[in-house]
């Protein structure tokens, strides 16, 4: 049933009663147990709760109350949002115990439309990553190759999502970790504007960039999805009361007439020839259906991956100075680690540099000490004001750009998924990879990635969609009229094959 | 301007900063990682920026205000649920005054 059924299809036969939310329920569990030994998407699964939720959601039906847009709809959580009494680690062993005692503010939408969260998915340590290698629970494995990455930092949530395991689930995307995850999977993902969703229980990472986002098995669930996530909270300030527009109605609008910019920076050195073919290959049928695709010029593209890992990394460093073992997550005692003296035992400090030594891995401690470094006196001027203001170039490269067209259309990713370990030893190259995700996050503009044709391996392409901020109507409008005529639309990894005929 | 020789001596310098005690050996690793990722973000000093404002935020201008209004919040139970370490009622840290 979920191979076949996307986020829409679920919640029409479980309001019709076609389905009930508990046999939906029921079979994503199934499909988890069945396949995530292999995937190691998620690091905790609802189980006995989700049935539970689907069953009074189906008591509910009975009585004849209105269900939600989401009605019975299974989704998966990427383990940085807080979910109340379900374990949220963000993929640190400094939070391997951590239990929230409330949900974030997505996750209380999500329960109001009636949706059933099937668990919690694995991501790189404090979404810190391009792969999920940095997790501290192991990796999360692609469908398509489980010898590959799903990407990162939302890897489980996209990989759960491509092996049909949810129909939907949400991410976080700071610098790409949900369209990169997206790109790599054959999924759909989308990072809104930034203050369109509220950040309400989503642990922090870069206050500035950070945004919580939909996956789906296609553009309209996506949609539907972003629609009940997205408006104002007055828990996060940085949330704007700004109308939301109908998402779903934007899907199969059409695009005659829209404007599309295609950068020449994004077609550069380190571009495989494949990707590069595949996304072309969409600009010419977006054309075909009555877009106008014209060359734009973002000049500053080059120095966004500095700029964002000298932002990110300070604004990293003052969120996680909260992980001190005092009043959540782990603590070490230096008293009880060999060699240490008495003094030592009841020094604060000792207690919060051994807490972080061992709760932290080396991702996080490497960003940690160059955020720390970037702000410390003497070089704060010359490094993270610096950035602020190429930041500010990379923005007005998007508002001219923005002048002439509707959206910028590029490739998500340079490369289809690397195999595990292959950027591991590396840093700065895994920072490469995010080279076409990172300057809309910097202009905190909406973007999302969408499946083009794959790769002669078979491996899934993502087409890159941007758009002025608070326009997520119209990057869903050519998204999905690019899906409508994508060769990717009827492609599943091995383990999500259709059970049923296209035609049906 | 000068730019700083990321050595030993700076690694530990920030991480004391950032609290976090790290080994030798880590020490070593990070002075030369944080070397070669701040080298390589030194390549923004090829851009002119004296006449260009710094973005420290995107489209707060458009924020909402609210009344500054006590509202409920956590329980002191569930606040103190998920810490290490609990004393009367608080969370319990090493004595850091004799």
């Not at chain 1, 109340?84 to 115990?97: E, F, H, V």
Request: aromatic share 6%; net charge negative; charged share 25%.
């Amino acid at each position: 049933m979920l191979e076949d059924l996307g986020v829409t299809q679920i919640a029409a036969k479980v309001h019709d009663g076609e389905l009930s939310a508990e046999q939906v329920a029921a079979e994503a569990l199934g499909r988890i147990a069945a396949f995530d030994g292999d995937l190691h998407a998620f690091l905790h699964v609802a189980g006995a709760g989700a049935l539970e939720q689907a069953r009074e959601i189906d008591r509910r039906r009975s009585r004849g109350d209105k269900l939600g847009i989401l009605a019975g709809v299974p989704v998966a959580i990427k383990d940085a949002i807080c979910t109340r009494s379900l374990p949220t680690t963000a993929g640190s062993k400094i939070l391997a115990r951590y239990v929230p005692p409330y949900d974030a503010t997505v996750i209380e939408r999500l329960r109001a439309a009636d949706a059933v969260i099937v668990g919690k998915t694995n991501m790189d340590e404090f979404a810190m990553g391009s792969s999920t290698e940095n997790s501290a629970f192991g990796p999360a494995k692609n469908p398509w190759d489980t010898t590959r990455t799903p990407g990162g930092s939302s890897g489980g949530s996209a990989a759960a999502v491509a092996a049909r395991m949810a129909p939907c689930s949400l991410g976080s995307d700071t610098g790409g970790s949900i369209r990169q995850p997206a790109s790599l999977t054959g999924t759909v993902g989308i990072k809104p504007t930034y203050g369109r969703v509220s950040r309400f229980g989503l642990i922090a990472f870069a206050s500035s960039l950070d945004q919580i986002g939909p996956f789906a098995t296609d553009v309209r669930g996506a949609a539907r999805v972003l629609s009940v996530i997205a408006g104002h909270d007055p828990r996060d300030s940085t949330s704007l009361a700004i109308p939301t527009g109908d998402f779903e109605a934007a899907c199969g609008r059409s695009v005659r007439g829209v404007r599309v910019g295609v950068p020449d920076e994004y077609f550069a050195e380190g571009l495989d020839a494949e990707v590069s073919e595949s996304v072309r290959a969409a600009l010419r049928e977006l054309e075909a259906e009555g877009c106008t695709v014209t060359p734009v010029q973002l000049p500053h593209t080059s120095f966004a991956v500095a700029t964002y890992y000298v932002l990110a990394t300070a604004e990293a460093s003052s969120n996680l100075a909260r992980f001190d073992g005092v009043r959540y997550g782990l603590r070490v005692d230096p008293a009880n680690l060999p060699g240490s003296s008495r003094a030592e035992a009841r020094d604060l400090r000792a207690m919060y540099g051994a807490t972080r030594d061992a709760g932290f891995g080396d991702e996080v401690k490497r960003r940690i000490l160059l955020g720390t470094f970037a702000l410390s006196a003497g070089y704060y001027d010359a490094y993270y004001l610096k950035a602020q203001k190429v930041r500010t170039l990379v923005r007005r490269d998007f508002d001219r750009a923005f002048d002439q067209v509707d959206v910028i259309c590029s490739p998500a990713s340079p490369t289809t998924a690397f195999r595990l370990g292959e950027k591991v030893d590396d840093p700065l190259s895994m920072y490469l990879n995010d080279v076409y995700t990172l300057p809309a996050s910097l202009a905190g503009i909406p973007a999302m990635s969408l499946p083009c044709a794959p790769t002669r391996a078979g491996l899934p392409v993502g087409l890159h969609v941007m758009a002025r901020p608070f326009e997520e109507t119209t990057m869903l409008a050519v998204a999905a009229a690019w899906e409508a005529r994508s060769p990717a639309r009827s492609l599943r990894p091995p383990m999500a094959q259709p059970t049923t005929s296209p035609a049906d | 301007m000068t730019r700083p020789r990321i050595d030993r001596e700076l690694v530990l310098h920030v991480a004391k900063l950032a609290s976090l005690s790290l080994s030798e050996r880590e020490v070593d690793r990070f002075a030369a990682e944080l070397g070669r990722i701040v080298a390589y973000v030194e390549h923004l000093d090829a851009l002119d920026t004296r006449d260009v404002p710094a973005t420290a935020h995107v489209q707060l201008d458009q924020a909402a205000w609210r009344e500054d209004e006590v509202r409920p919040g956590l329980s002191r139970e569930e606040a103190l649920s998920q810490a290490p370490r609990v004393e009367a009622d608080g969370f319990a840290v090493p004595a850091f005054v004799e």
